[in-house]
């Protein structure tokens, strides 16, 4: 079972308000990751945890958080949700090792911020 | 840094026809190579992965790799309407396997 979970699916923010997105994995994957994916536009890597350890990239560093409480659940965190963060937000696992680098992407959380 | 181009942008097929996506990269040294594909408001499914030049099949998906050429392509034989969806390049590189991917090919594959 290759599945990635994401909760919500669909997310409606108002501008300024806080905003959690959810993601789990059962396939014991050491490393998850976020992406923001907007129309016409590649999918953008936010963030990943590999094991407990957060890296997260350096534009995007002080717009979103992230915490992963166990080795399955990994959240992304806006503390204040802009106009510009409406996307769709896709989580991804990866279990690290020879030939194993294959990214399983979930089905996506659409945010849309008014 | 590593930048992925796709082209076209969009392209539309009849269904059975032969649907060709291309997808070229600026550095070579770069691990791998996938195709993923996207439907409508649901999240990526890898298609294919490739990591040697040549050609690699799975199913109606063949991906070919030329790294001197930095480029990669994907064809999808005998397309269906249900393939109609946005393909995406990804090119891995780097100690945490990061993906790179390109913009997508929007296919419609007409009945």
């Known amino acids: 079972d290759t599945t990635v979970k994401q909760n919500p699916r669909y997310k409606l923010a108002r501008v300024g308000k806080p905003v959690n997105l959810i993601c789990s994995q059962t396939?014991?994957?050491?490393?998850m990751y976020w992406y923001q994916k907007k129309p016409n536009q590649a999918p953008k890597l936010l963030l990943f945890y590999y094991d407990k350890i957060l890296n997260r990239e350096a534009d995007t560093f002080e717009k979103f958080q992230s915490s992963r409480p166990n080795n399955s659940f990994c959240s992304l965190y806006i503390g204040s949700a802009g106009l510009e963060y409406s996307a769709m937000y896709l989580c991804?696992?990866?279990?690290?090792?020879?030939?194993?680098?294959?990214?399983?992407f979930g089905p996506g959380t659409r945010l849309l911020v008014l | 840094q590593q930048k992925v181009q796709q082209s076209p942008e969009s392209l539309t097929v009849s269904e059975g026809a032969m649907a060709s996506l291309n997808c070229t990269f600026s550095d070579g040294t770069s691990n791998n190579f996938r195709w993923y594909r996207q439907h409508s408001a649901k999240g990526l499914e890898v298609l294919v992965s490739?990591?040697?030049?040549g050609e690699k099949e799975e199913g109606r998906f063949t991906a070919h790799l030329n790294r001197a050429n930095l480029h990669v392509s994907l064809h999808i034989r005998e397309p269906q309407p249900s393939d109609s969806a946005v393909y995406l390049c990804?090119?891995?590189?780097?100690?945490?396997?990061?993906?790179?991917f390109g913009k997508g090919t929007k296919l419609s594959v007409k009945s």
């Open positions: 991804a696992s990866r279990l690290t090792g020879w030939g194993q680098d294959t990214q399983y």
């Open positions: 396939m014991n994957h050491d490393t």
């Open positions: 990804a090119v891995t590189g780097g100690s945490n396997a990061k993906l790179t």
């Open positions: 490739i990591f040697s030049d």
